[in-house]
């Protein structure tokens, strides 16, 4: 057991032993002052109790639980051609009283595209190369313009990321939204486990976390401060999306009206997929409540599914895009968090017991990430609508082929041209 003077640091200390987790102070004699207190800070910031529920979960998976999977109400495309002129003044309204907001998930890195960064900071546009950030900053200005309001814009950032994000918000001004109307704040980190339940060492001072999923946005918005100043906005409807998809349709009038008109808690914009292989998660009735099930967790029975009339049983694709209710983000916190964690067995690279860092070419380790559409399955009342995947979504996630920036400036190029 290892011993120290200053009391605070002790009590985080005998807790990592008491849990199983001594490990982690190896080199502790390697360590200067500084490097010991950033380990002892990221250890006190573990919540024990629900680590080692997720350990043992990852030890003793329990078996997959066959659930019955049917088709989820959806308003189609032909139904809204009809039907989106009914609703679109409900959204706008709603704009026009200073009732929503913006959220948005860019804590990822832009390593994947060969960017060094945060991905907000890529330059995606076709001819001026503005970056993912001031595309979506735009399109809230525009919309803010319109409706003469000043839409708030909540973004969640990660540890690696946040600073450069700050950094780059002020060298540009905001893109004159206001400060005022910018929060940022920082989505939780979790530590990952070897195959023993073990924590890994990222570096001989540091174990090794990762973000706890895009559906920690909802615990991080209430410990945050950002649930209370919305509140305090008068806010009721706030708008999700993901840095990645240059697409976006901004505050979309006509999906806040359907969200409200349905007395919706939570909304959903859903595509048709191209083929039963595409690596989308399906927003489908989960015995007999709106969810999603992620690809992974379909087996072929229910991806190869046909109807009568030869097309895909469960079609609707979730392209991370929804309306939610604040009042629902707030109860979503009461009581403590309680969305699921998911596991992710992955190559996670470590320091060994020589103080070398390994690369690891097999999974060795376990990830654990919450999805902000398990919360779909908390919500009394849900609505979703299918969009037109060529105006409405272009992710980038890989350096080059599908969904890369040259596929995303395609879709932006297109999609000018058809104005």
């Known amino acids: 057991m290892l011993k120290v003077k200053n009391k605070k640091w002790q009590q985080v200390i005998d807790l990592c032993f008491e849990n199983g987790q001594g490990h982690v102070f190896r080199f502790w004699d390697e360590m200067n002052d500084d490097q010991r207190s950033e380990l002892i800070d990221q250890l006190s910031r573990i919540d024990w109790p629900q680590m080692n529920q997720l350990i043992k979960q990852a030890l003793n998976p329990v078996k997959q639980i066959k659930h019955k999977l049917e088709p989820a109400p959806v308003i189609s495309l032909t139904e809204r051609e009809t039907l989106d002129r009914q609703v679109i003044?409900?959204?706008?309204?709603?704009?026009?009283?200073?009732?929503?907001?913006?959220?948005?998930?860019?804590?990822?890195?832009?390593?994947?595209?060969?960017?060094?960064?945060?991905?907000?900071?890529?330059?995606?546009?076709?001819?001026?190369?503005?970056?993912?950030?001031?595309?979506?900053?735009?399109?809230?200005?525009?919309?803010?313009?319109?409706?003469?309001?000043?839409?708030?814009?909540?973004?969640?950032?990660s540890r690696s990321n946040h600073e450069p994000t700050l950094a780059f918000f002020e060298e540009h001004d905001y893109f004159d939204l206001g400060k005022e109307n910018v929060f940022f704040f920082v989505q939780e980190m979790i530590p990952a486990v070897d195959e023993?339940?073990?924590?890994?060492l990222a570096e001989k001072h540091r174990i090794f976390e990762s973000p706890n999923g895009h559906g920690g946005i909802l615990k991080a918005l209430y410990q945050s401060g950002a649930l209370k100043d919305m509140k305090q906005r008068g806010l009721k409807y706030i708008f999700y999306?993901?840095?990645?998809?240059?697409?976006?349709?901004?505050?979309?009038?006509?999906?806040?009206?359907?969200?409200?008109?349905?007395?919706?808690?939570?909304?959903?914009?859903?595509?048709?997929?191209?083929?039963?292989?595409?690596?989308?998660?399906?927003?489908?009735q989960i015995d007999g409540k709106t969810g999603v099930v992620e690809y992974s967790d379909l087996d072929d029975e229910h991806r190869y599914a046909r109807d009568e009339n030869g097309q895909l049983k469960l079609w609707a694709g979730s392209i991370a895009i929804h309306v939610l209710d604040v009042q629902f983000i707030e109860d979503e916190n009461k009581n403590g968090f309680k969305l699921p964690f998911h596991l992710a067995h992955k190559a996670i690279p470590y320091v060994n017991e020589e103080g070398k860092l390994v690369k690891p070419l097999e999974k060795n380790g376990f990830k654990f990430e919450t999805f902000i559409f398990d919360a779909l399955l908390d919500a009394k009342k849900g609505c979703t609508i299918e969009v037109n995947r060529l105006q409405e979504f272009s992710a980038v996630k890989n350096q080059e082929g599908f969904d890369s920036p040259q596929t995303?400036?395609?879709?932006?190029?297109?999609n000018y041209g058809n104005w």
């Open 241 to 284: 999306f993901q840095v990645d998809n240059v697409l976006v349709k901004m505050c979309d009038p006509a999906f806040i009206g359907y969200h409200i008109q349905e007395k919706a808690q939570m909304s959903s914009k859903v595509v048709r997929k191209v083929k039963p292989e595409e690596r989308v998660g399906i927003i489908c």
């Open 408 to 414: 995303a400036q395609q879709d932006l190029m297109r």
């Open 196 to 200: 023993h339940g073990k924590f890994l």
């Open 89 to 157: 003044p409900l959204g706008e309204e709603a704009l026009r009283s200073g009732q929503v907001g913006v959220c948005l998930v860019a804590g990822g890195q832009g390593s994947r595209l060969g960017f060094d960064g945060p991905k907000g900071c890529f330059p995606i546009t076709p001819v001026k190369k503005k970056t993912l950030f001031q595309l979506h900053a735009e399109k809230i200005k525009a919309m803010s313009l319109k409706y003469s309001v000043n839409l708030p814009w909540y973004i969640m950032t």
